[in-house]
């Protein structure tokens, strides 16, 4: 059984958080996905967490059981079972699966472009390399032609530089068919979300989804009742990024020490700047779920501002590139011809 990917997760937990919010139980709900449901995969994980779920009567562990959804599913699953919200926690899963599937559709869309691009141009560097160039030389030295310094000088460069620009480009292609070729029979392995994450997505996107993530965990928790100290003791399970879990932990450090949430997320530098402010102002009017809700949104709207950015960047960057390695290829051909016919 295979792993569910963003779109399938998004179809489990919308269908889920209609059926809830319909005040069907979780045990009628899964039933009833699992009988309507058309798609193979989907239809497989959810009789697995039925028979969990039949076994423990424990959805949170039903969940788990399955190995069919991601971390971050089981952890939110788990509190919204304590927290009585169960509901509201699949209406924002529903919501974060479809922006994180917008986000994956949206990068697909701009890398298929510059993929297909570069593997054109692999071929075109290819020819130009191996076999235009080695042949325009020959017959330039049939003629016994006399080439300038610098056109002969050139000429060799340019052979040197496309050689290596085609091993370049071909090392790359290989690298996206591999990618490609896991991503689409081997979903499972993840590769190509963890080459977006790590390899072409910033820091900066990265810690903001993962900030976004904290903090709608922290909206929960708090407007479900739970005590700030409480709800501290779950958050570190639902980060992966290390650097805002060192945060966290050390802010969960201070408030042990007996520093207020505030204080403590001001030494901690887990919010800073203008996030800071809303805290302090949100905690200081009694609406601290609100807040910490409204700050998520505006983490999510940074992610999108942010791959828009990248999106507008990368694809007339690669194009630029390999006008670039083109142009040096063509100017090593034409030098040599210019500085025959300024001979004749």
Same mark, same amino acid.
Not at 15 to 38: A, N, R, T, Y
Not at 49 to 69: H, L, R
Not at 229 to 235: F, V
Not at 278 to 304: C, N, P, W
């Given at each position: ?14 269908? $889920? ?11 009628? %709900? ?22 969990? /779920?039949?076994?423990?009567?424990? /959805? ?19 509190? %919204?079972?304590?927290? %009585? ?17 917008? #986000? ?58 496309? $050689? #290596? ?5 071909? #090392? ?18 993840? #590769? ?151 001979? $004749?």
């Amino acid at each position: 059984m295979k792993k569910l990917n963003l779109q399938e997760s998004y179809m489990v937990c919308s269908q $889920l958080s209609m059926i809830l919010s319909s005040g069907f139980q979780i045990d009628v %709900g899964l039933k009833m996905i699992e009988e309507e449901i058309d798609d193979a995969n989907i239809k497989e994980v959810i009789h697995t967490v039925c028979e969990e /779920f039949d076994k423990t009567m424990n /959805f949170p562990q039903a969940v788990k059981n399955s190995q069919a959804f991601d971390h971050y599913m089981e952890h939110m699953v788990l509190v %919204g079972e304590e927290s %009585g919200h169960l509901d509201d926690v699949m209406s924002s899963l529903t919501n974060y699966y479809q922006k994180m599937n917008d #986000i994956e559709h949206q990068y697909q869309s701009a890398l298929t472009y510059p993929a297909i691009l570069m593997l054109m141009m692999v071929v075109v560097v290819g020819v130009i390399a191996f076999k235009v160039l080695p042949l325009f030389e020959s017959v330039l030295n049939s003629l016994g032609s006399d080439l300038t310094g610098f056109a002969r000088a050139f000429m060799s460069f340019g052979q040197i530089f496309s $050689l #290596i620009s085609f091993i370049i480009l071909a #090392i790359v292609a290989v690298g996206i068919i591999i990618i490609a070729f896991i991503h689409k029979f081997q979903p499972e392995k993840q #590769i190509y979300d963890r080459f977006i994450k790590r390899v072409i997505m910033s820091n900066k996107v990265n810690h903001s989804m993962s900030q976004a993530q904290l903090t709608y965990a922290l909206s929960l928790f708090l407007s479900s009742g739970y005590a700030l100290d409480e709800a501290m003791q779950y958050l570190p399970d639902f980060i992966d990024d290390k650097i805002l879990k060192a945060k966290l932990l050390k802010c969960k450090e201070y408030m042990d020490d007996g520093e207020n949430f505030e204080d403590a997320v001001k030494l901690s530098k887990l919010y800073e700047g203008m996030y800071l402010n809303m805290i302090h102002v949100g905690f200081k009017m009694g609406q601290s779920d609100v807040v910490m809700k409204r700050l998520a949104e505006t983490y999510d709207q940074e992610v999108y501002l942010s791959i828009s950015k990248f999106l507008n960047i990368i694809e007339p960057s690669i194009v630029v590139v390999l006008s670039v390695i083109v142009g040096v290829v063509l100017l090593s051909v034409l030098m040599p011809l210019v500085s025959i016919m300024s001979s $004749l």
